[in-house]
């Protein structure tokens, strides 16, 4: 069992950022391919971003590349979401997800196993 707990979800206008955590417990961290997804109202959950397991290789939506970036520390369990140049659209539950399968699928979110609970992200025009 993977336990993952997001935080620094909030409210901000366009142009802002934020930085989003996710702190996991349980099952080794470093065994996890790791992941941020998003869920905006009235429309299906999203991929956002993901990391390998030593940090190495990193994936991005199209939508959020050059202003996202994802990165661990596995010393402190925990994985980031660095948001810059947030915009209006942005605006959405943001889930991190963990994955244990040795052959990772970063960007389908049924390949998952372990689910946060997920932080809101609201960003005003």
């Known amino acids: 069992q993977v336990q993952l707990v997001e935080s620094g979800g909030g409210l901000v206008q366009a142009g802002d950022s934020l930085r989003l955590s996710c702190a996991a417990s349980?099952?080794?961290?470093?065994?996890?391919?790791m992941g941020w997804f998003r869920q905006a109202p009235g429309k299906e959950r999203e991929f956002v971003a993901a990391?390998?397991?030593?940090?190495?290789?990193?994936y991005y939506s199209p939508s959020v590349k050059d202003r996202f970036t994802i990165s661990r520390d596995n010393a402190k369990n925990t994985m980031y979401l660095q948001m810059n140049s947030l915009k209006p659209e942005d605006t959405a539950v943001y889930y991190c997800?963990?994955?244990?399968?040795?052959?990772?699928?970063?960007?389908?979110?049924?390949?998952?196993?372990?689910w946060g609970q997920g932080t809101q992200v609201t960003v005003s025009s």
């Open positions: 349980g099952r080794t961290f470093t065994n996890c391919a």
């Open positions: 997800a963990a994955q244990i399968a040795s052959i990772p699928d970063y960007f389908k979110a049924n390949e998952y196993n372990y």
């Open positions: 990391i390998s397991r030593s940090g190495a290789h990193t």
